[in-house]
């Protein structure tokens, strides 16, 4: 590779950019740089708080150096950003992380240096938005005096199996030169290979459709659900069923959080109403996921009101606020959907999650956690996240009179639980 031996800046040091900085740090001259000293401070001690990088895969990274100084940043030639794209409050795109570290960077940039973007925006964000920022802070012209890739990041949280160099990476670049050099730099460390698209409109809109297609299909299974309780039969059964068939596609209805799959389908859409249309089945599996924590706060209260359970001023405990099992991340969790309607009903609710830090959460969402494992009696208890903590718990202890176990996962024995989603 043309750049061997060039130095490599990863930009944010998250779920995304840790693992990457990790691993260019095994093999080339890495600096990993995140604006938050605390989280450095942390990382140079060996802790990662989101779980995705042991002390022992930090410590092999001999050519990393954490940093949250900026000077040292401006050595590097090849600058990678992972700095979140999440949506606004109208669910549309919020693209100051990514503007504000396109700014920082072209102040650092030098002739024949490339900047690659790992984070998820829609097609043409590169170009429309990042390049001219970049062009306006550094002075320099885009394709001649500095490039651009893009390679979306397919990180899955919590997952210890489909790691970072597990799965194929798409890659691509401003210029054919530079597309063979981006591509040949991640190919140095993917060791399921990669995929280089023709462009980074190509690349952008790849990832795109990876979250809004899987998005779309869990949209279906809770449209399902709300079907199949009306008509008094078990979700999970249907699917069970069905999915005897070898091609039917096996999906679950659930809660859909996170920083991809609940956000992604609107940079998708925010594009394509910017060349006018206005897509229809995008939005409505977005509509179906988004009102599935309310639905299930209500479903609660009937089947604990059918249970001749008093409302107002009795206790229910939700089990889990990360927005997936055994993880730490709370981006995005619609369980407080399901928090903040229960509330609204008069309920007392209390939250236990043995994986997720109670002060970012409170921080985030402004809610306390128990830090000790909850003691009863509760009215309600609702499994919202299937750690695996949560299978070895006796719920019966925690239960009160009639009270409703309501399992959102299907994940528990069936024999322990009133009502699955």
């Given at each position: 590779m043309e750049g061997k031996n060039k130095t490599v800046a990863v930009i944010?040091?998250?779920?995304?950019?840790?693992?990457?900085?990790?691993?260019?740090?095994?093999?080339?001259?890495?600096?990993?740089?995140?604006?938050?000293?605390?989280?450095?401070?942390?990382?140079?001690?060996g802790e990662d708080r989101t779980l995705e990088v042991s002390r022992e895969e930090l410590q092999s990274a001999s050519a990393l150096t954490l940093t949250n100084d900026l000077s040292p940043v401006g050595e590097a030639q090849i600058f990678i950003i992972t700095v979140p794209t999440p949506v606004d409050q109208s669910k549309s795109p919020d693209l100051t992380p990514l503007i504000g570290a396109s700014d920082m960077i072209g102040r650092l940039l030098k002739k024949g240096d490339i900047v690659i973007y790992e984070s998820t925006v829609y097609p043409g964000c590169t170009e429309e938005v990042c390049v001219p920022v970049l062009e306006h802070a550094s002075g320099l012209k885009y394709n001649e005096d500095f490039f651009c890739g893009y390679s979306p990041e397919r990180i899955n949280p919590g997952d210890k199996v489909n790691t970072l160099t597990k799965i194929k990476k798409v890659t691509?670049?401003?210029?054919?030169?530079?597309?063979?050099?981006?591509?040949?730099?991640?190919?140095?460390?993917?060791?399921?290979?990669?995929?280089?698209?023709?462009?980074?409109?190509?690349?952008?809109a790849s990832k795109a459709i990876e979250n809004a297609q899987r998005d779309l299909n869990i949209s279906f299974m809770n449209e399902l659900a709300l079907i199949f309780e009306r008509i008094g039969i078990d979700t999970n059964d249907v699917l069970e069923a069905a999915g005897t068939k070898w091609?039917?596609?096996?999906?679950?209805?659930?809660?859909?959080?996170?920083?991809?799959?609940?956000?992604?389908?609107?940079?998708?859409?925010?594009k394509a109403e910017s060349v006018g249309y206005h897509p229809q089945v995008i939005l409505s599996g977005r509509?179906?996921?988004?009102?599935?924590?309310?639905?299930?706060?209500?479903?609660?209260?009937?089947?604990?009101?059918?249970?001749?359970?008093?409302?107002?001023?009795?206790?229910?405990?939700?089990?889990?606020?990360?927005?997936?099992?055994?993880?730490?991340?709370?981006?995005?969790?619609?369980?407080?959907?399901?928090?903040?309607?229960?509330?609204?009903?008069?309920?007392?609710?209390?939250?236990?999650?043995?994986?997720?830090?109670?002060?970012?959460?409170?921080?985030?969402y402004g809610i306390s956690l128990l830090e000790e494992e909850p003691k009863g009696p509760y009215a309600g208890i609702l499994v919202a996240v299937a750690h695996r903590q949560f299978a070895e718990m006796n719920l019966s202890a925690l239960k009160a009179n009639e009270a409703v176990v309501f399992d959102t996962k299907a994940f528990l024995d069936r024999s322990l639980v009133d009502e699955r989603l």
């Open positions: 944010g040091l998250g779920y995304v950019g840790l693992p990457l900085a990790v691993e260019f740090g095994k093999r080339y001259t890495t600096i990993g740089y995140d604006i938050n000293r605390e989280r450095i401070e942390e990382l140079q001690k691509s670049g401003s210029t054919p030169e530079v597309a063979k050099e981006v591509d040949a730099l991640y190919a140095s460390i993917i060791e399921a290979g990669t995929h280089l698209a023709p462009s980074l409109k190509v690349a952008e091609n039917f596609l096996r999906f679950k209805p659930g809660l859909v959080g996170g920083h991809c799959i609940g956000v992604d389908p609107y940079y998708l859409v925010h509509r179906v996921n988004d009102n599935m924590g309310v639905y299930v706060a209500n479903r609660l209260v009937k089947r604990m009101i059918s249970k001749g359970v008093t409302i107002k001023g009795n206790r229910v405990l939700i089990l889990g606020i990360a927005f997936k099992e055994n993880c730490p991340d709370t981006r995005n969790t619609k369980v407080v959907d399901i928090y903040n309607e229960l509330r609204e009903f008069g309920l007392e609710v209390d939250v236990y999650d043995p994986w997720v830090d109670p002060k970012e959460v409170m921080h985030e």
